[in-house]
C-alpha cells in the first residue's frame, strides 16, 4: 500500500495537487463546506484517474497529519497492491430508510473475501444507530468502520463524494478484499459523566419525549442554564450517555434537534424506553487521553506498521477543545508512530466498534481511529 496525504488551500489547490505521483485507485477526500472549488477538484482527480474510486464527505473540520484546518480538502491517494475495493451507494429519502440502507449496501459488497467496511454517510437524514444495525445484520462477521458527514456546527446541508458527484442524503460504503488486508480500530471518549441515571420512558427511535415520566427537553435545559437559549448546537457540550440495560457498555448521543412543542430532543442515534440515559460534560484533559487510548487500541494489530490512520472526530469535541484541538490529533502521532499517513475529519457521529472483539455501534462525542495497510 503507498499513500499520499495533501492538504488542499482554495486559492492554490492546483499546484498542492501536482505533486501527486503514485499510481492511486482510492481517494479519500475530507472536504469543508466553504471550500469553494470542490467541483474543480473532483474534475481533475477524475480527469487524472479515471478508473479510481473517489469517496469523501463535509467536514466540521478537516483533519491533515496532525493538523485540523478549515476551508481545505484534505485529499489522501491510496494505491492498493495487493488488496481489492469496491465501492456501494444507496440514495436515501428520509430516516426511516436507514436500516434498509444498511441492509442494501452490505448485501451488494459481501463477499467471503470482505474484509472490512468503511462507511461514510449524510450526517442529518440518516439513523446513524440504524444503518449500523442494517449493515451488521448481514455482516455481523466484518468490522464495519465511518462516519457521517458535518457541515462545521450548522447543521444545516451536509454531502458525500460519489466518484465525479458532490451529493446529499447519500451513504457511501467502500469494501476492503483480500487476506493481505491488515485493519486495526477502536473509539473512546473521555467526557465525565455527571448527575443521577435516568430511565428513558417515552422515546421513538431517536426522538426523546421523557425520561423518568418527565418532558425531555425541559429537564435537559435545568442543566444547561444560560446555555439553554444556545440549543441545538450548545447540546454538543451536554451530550448524553446511554446504555440499553445495565450490563452494556455506554454509548454516547448527540442532540441534532429540539422540538419547543412536544419537549421532546432528537438524537443522532437511537434512545430506546428503557434505556438508562445521564448527562456528560467535558474534561479537557480526558478528551485527550481518550484520543491516546483509542490509538492503542487501534494500534495494537498493526505492530506501528501502518500505512494509514483514518481519524474520525465529534464536532462536539472540536468545539470543547477550541485552541487544543491539535493536541488530540498530535496523541495520536505519538501512538502509532511516524510512518502511517494520517487523515481524517470531524463529524456528526462515529461508526465503530470500541475495540476488537466489540459489535460496531454508532458513537458521537468519540475519537474513532482506523489503521490499513498491507501484508
Not at 501527486?20 to 470542490?38: C, G, R, T, Y
Not at 436500516?99 to 452490505?106: E, M, R
Not at 421523557?210 to 437559549?229: M, R, T
Request: net charge negative; aromatic share 8%; with cysteine.
Amino acid at each position: 500500500m503507498n499513500v499520499q496525504q495533501i492538504s488542499l488551500q482554495q486559492d492554490n489547490w492546483q499546484e498542492d495537487i501536482s505533486i501527486l505521483n503514485i499510481n492511486a485507485n482510492i481517494f479519500l477526500l475530507f472536504v469543508s463546506p466553504d471550500f469553494n472549488p470542490k467541483k474543480e477538484v473532483l474534475d481533475f482527480v477524475n480527469n487524472k484517474y479515471p478508473d479510481a474510486t473517489i469517496i469523501g464527505c463535509s467536514t466540521a473540520g478537516e483533519i491533515s497529519d496532525i493538523t485540523v484546518k478549515d476551508e481545505t480538502i484534505s485529499l489522501t491517494a491510496i494505491q492498493l497492491q495487493k488488496v481489492t475495493s469496491k465501492k456501494s451507494s444507496i440514495k436515501i429519502i428520509d430516516m426511516d430508510c436507514s436500516y434498509k440502507s444498511g441492509q442494501y449496501l452490505a448485501k451488494d459488497l459481501y463477499n467471503k473475501d470482505l474484509r472490512h467496511v468503511l462507511v461514510l454517510s449524510d450526517g442529518l437524514n440518516v439513523n446513524g444507530a440504524d444503518l449500523v444495525l442494517g449493515l451488521k445484520s448481514i455482516i455481523p462477521d466484518v468490522s464495519i468502520t465511518g462516519g457521517l458527514a458535518a457541515d462545521g456546527s450548522n447543521f444545516n446541508k451536509t454531502f458525500v463524494i460519489d466518484d465525479n458527484k458532490v451529493v446529499d442524503k447519500t451513504i457511501i460504503a467502500l469494501g476492503f478484499y483480500g487476506e493481505h488486508l491488515k485493519v486495526g480500530f477502536s473509539s473512546k471518549g473521555g467526557w465525565d459523566s455527571f448527575g443521577i441515571e435516568r430511565l428513558v420512558t417515552k422515546s421513538n427511535k431517536n426522538v426523546l419525549y421523557e425520561l423518568d415520566g418527565l418532558p425531555a427537553l425541559e429537564l435537559y435545559k435545568s442543566f444547561l442554564g444560560k446555555q439553554a437559549d444556545k440549543l441545538p448546537s450548545s447540546g454538543l457540550l451536554f451530550p448524553l450517555s446511554m446504555r440499553i440495560d445495565k450490563d452494556s457498555l455506554p454509548v454516547v448521543r448527540t442532540i441534532l434537534a429540539v422540538n419547543e412543542e412536544d419537549q421532546s430532543l432528537t438524537f443522532a442515534g437511537n434512545i430506546p424506553e428503557g434505556a438508562y440515559a445521564r448527562l456528560m460534560k467535558a474534561n479537557i484533559d480526558r478528551l485527550i487521553t481518550g484520543a491516546a487510548d483509542s490509538a492503542v487500541d487501534a494500534n495494537k494489530e498493526q505492530e506501528e506498521k501502518s500505512e494509514l490512520a483514518i481519524l474520525i472526530s465529534c464536532v462536539g469535541r472540536r468545539l470543547v477543545l477550541k485552541q487544543m484541538v491539535e493536541e488530540e490529533v498530535e496523541a495520536v502521532r505519538d501512538i502509532i508512530g511516524e510512518k502511517p499517513s494520517i487523515t481524517g475529519f470531524y463529524s456528526y457521529g462515529e461508526i465503530a466498534p470500541f475495540g476488537e472483539f466489540s459489535p460496531c455501534e454508532l458513537h458521537n462525542q468519540t475519537m474513532t481511529i482506523t489503521t490499513l495497510s498491507e501484508c
